[in-house]
């Protein structure tokens, strides 16, 4: 019989890769970024140090995000950034890993296989599926197994999922491509309009975590940026609030509230009742933005909860997950 090597959950984000290694917890966390060469397609650098090469390139190298909006949009890079990731954390080379990998709720069974093939490809041994919001449950604690119905929203970089979970199974779900990324494009489009200044996503993701809010802030922030003016094309620097931002936010947030109450309008009415008792749990480091959790239990009239770790608890989730990989078929998803 084949034996396998470790077993290694890995939660691979739009934006970052995290990766969990059975017993010892997460051991990887790095930006989701390839960078190539192009004249030989060969991959110069993985992670950290290919994000730091992003808009500093010279024109024969690129620093690219293989992955868009929770799902494979570059598949040959994906399966390279895995397999240098695997190796990564892999201390037997000899023995290939058992892999599990999650993918948005509403994933279609294409972006499934190419999430399978790609893993299976980058030197996993066994592959397997599961979607994010379950993983999220599992990994922020919750006894999914119960029939209780449980609401999760979890808000990565490319995708915001919203399930109600009873039984180990997601009854009602949704999943948007508004989460992170979107937060920054928005950050991105409003200095433009607003400030005539062109700034890069580098500035973006800052000003979103440092200042960023959907919800007032009790007291103002400010920082200061620089960019390229639009008018001149020099050097501009400008302060930004985080009233500006709050405004800058605004139709992201209300598309992830949206969201929610869709998902809550289609949830049978005894699952809304153990939900209005249990409240919503949010996951994801697209959670932590300021306020997104009193800007939902505003317009719900839920209590919502922000979870430990939320950025790592998919990572987590798909990694505990594995010990139930021994009555799972190769490439299904793991669902109870």
Do not use: W
């Not at 609401?151 to 949704?174: F, N, P, R, W, Y």
């Not at 809550?264 to 959670?287: H, Q």
């Not at 839920?302 to 608890?313: T, Y």
């Amino acid at each position: 019989m084949f034996k396998f090597g470790q077993d290694i959950g890995i939660d691979l984000g739009t934006a970052t890769v995290l990766v969990y290694v059975k017993g010892r917890g997460v051991v990887l966390k790095e930006p989701s970024v390839v960078a190539i060469d192009t004249n030989t397609g060969k991959v110069l650098k993985v992670g950290v140090e290919a994000q730091n090469m992003i808009g500093r390139t010279p024109g024969n190298i690129v620093a690219i995000r293989p992955l868009r909006d929770g799902v494979i949009s570059d598949y040959d890079t994906t399966e390279k950034m895995i397999r240098y990731f695997l190796r990564k954390v892999c201390k037997n080379r000899f023995f290939k890993p058992r892999v599990m990998v999650c993918v948005p709720s509403q994933a279609t069974e294409v972006e499934e296989r190419a999430v399978t093939d790609a893993a299976t490809q980058a030197g996993a041994g066994k592959t397997y599926i599961i979607e994010e919001p379950i993983a999220a449950a599992i990994g922020a604690g919750l006894d999914i197994g119960k029939p209780y119905g449980n609401m999760i929203v979890d808000i990565g970089g490319g995708t915001a999922d919203v399930a109600v979970i009873s039984l180990g199974e997601i009854v009602v779900s949704d999943s948007i491509k508004v989460a992170g990324d979107k937060f920054d494009e928005a950050v991105v489009k409003y200095i433009r309009k607003k400030h005539n200044m062109m700034i890069g996503d580098r500035t973006a993701e800052e000003l979103k975590v440092e200042i960023g809010c959907v919800y007032p802030r009790p007291v103002t922030l400010a920082k200061e940026i620089k960019g390229r003016c639009l008018v001149s094309g020099l050097p501009k620097v400008v302060t930004i609030t985080s009233e500006e931002m709050l405004e800058a936010f605004n139709e992201c947030a209300m598309q992830i509230v949206e969201a929610v109450h869709n998902v809550l309008e289609k949830t049978p009415p005894e699952l809304v009742g153990d939900i209005s008792s249990g409240g919503i749990l949010l996951t994801g480091g697209g959670s932590l933005i300021y306020g997104l959790d009193k800007l939902l239990s505003r317009e719900t009239g839920l209590e919502v909860f922000i979870a430990e770790d939320a950025v790592f608890c998919v990572a987590k989730g798909t990694g505990m997950s594995l010990d139930y990989m021994d009555n799972m078929k190769q490439g299904t998803r793991y669902s109870s």
